[in-house]
């Protein structure tokens, strides 16, 4: 058990829905990472925030947006849903988010399908 | 396309057998981490390496960071079927320390 908690774990939705999924990080980590991990292309790093502030964006879609709230849980919206957007989210959390060794520690993932 | 590239991509041995996975990169990391999932589990970090050249142990596992910070190989000695998974590795970007990016990943299966 990572310490990192994400809800729900399965989501089953239809084209066009949209859903949102929620992350706790770590007691005491400040920085939450979100990936996205399809079938055939690996992880790929959508979102980083640091005490309430984004602090990196990867190849996240323009119909995708995430928070992080004053408690430090933060949230990933999900609009518009096409069949391509199935796949497992992860939610990862660090103490600093500022570089060096700073380790990522994840969640087990919501895995979201949409028909 | 991937930024760092992991072959191969699938390996099936027996156990006793020694085997090694590479990440390959274009591209310089300010650090490169090493991760292990299961099925419906997260990855699991198992090693970060930070320096140009470095080489870590971790029981019967090896890593090294290529001398360019470009590459890393994952070396694994008398493969046990506890070590079935899905290798990842990890490249941390050298301008934004907030942004990583994966490799596909390695499955492996070690057969008893």
């Known amino acids: 058990d990572s310490g990192v908690t994400q809800t729900p774990k399965h989501l089953i939705t239809a084209t066009g829905q949209r859903v949102t999924l929620r992350c706790s990080p770590r007691s005491g980590d400040l920085s939450v990472y979100w990936y996205q991990q399809s079938l055939d292309q690996g992880l790929q790093f959508l979102i980083q925030?640091?005490?309430?502030?984004?602090?990196a964006k990867g190849n996240i879609l323009e119909r995708f947006s995430a928070q992080q709230f004053p408690d430090l849980h933060s949230e990933l919206n999900l609009s518009s849903l096409e069949l391509g957007d199935s796949a497992l989210y992860f939610c990862?959390?660090?103490?600093?988010?500022?570089?060096?060794?700073?380790?990522?520690?994840f969640g087990p993932g919501t895995r979201l399908t949409v028909t | 396309t991937q930024l760092l590239e992991q072959s191969p991509q699938f390996l099936s041995i027996q156990e006793g057998e020694n085997l090694t996975v590479y990440c390959n990169s274009s591209s310089v990391f300010s650090s490169l981490q090493w991760y292990r999932q299961e099925p419906g589990e997260g990855p699991v970090l198992l090693v970060t390496v930070v320096t140009g050249g470095e080489v870590k142990k971790l029981k019967r596992l090896t890593f090294q960071f290529g001398d360019a910070r470009k590459d890393s190989s994952l070396h694994i000695t008398a493969a046990q079927p506890g070590d079935t998974g899905l290798y990842l590795c990890a490249g941390r970007d050298l301008y934004n320390f907030n942004k990583f990016y994966f490799g596909s990943g390695t499955k492996l299966n070690v057969k008893p």
């Open positions: 990862a959390s660090s103490v600093e988010g500022r570089g060096g060794v700073d380790e990522q520690y």
């Open positions: 925030y640091y005490n309430g502030e984004e602090r």
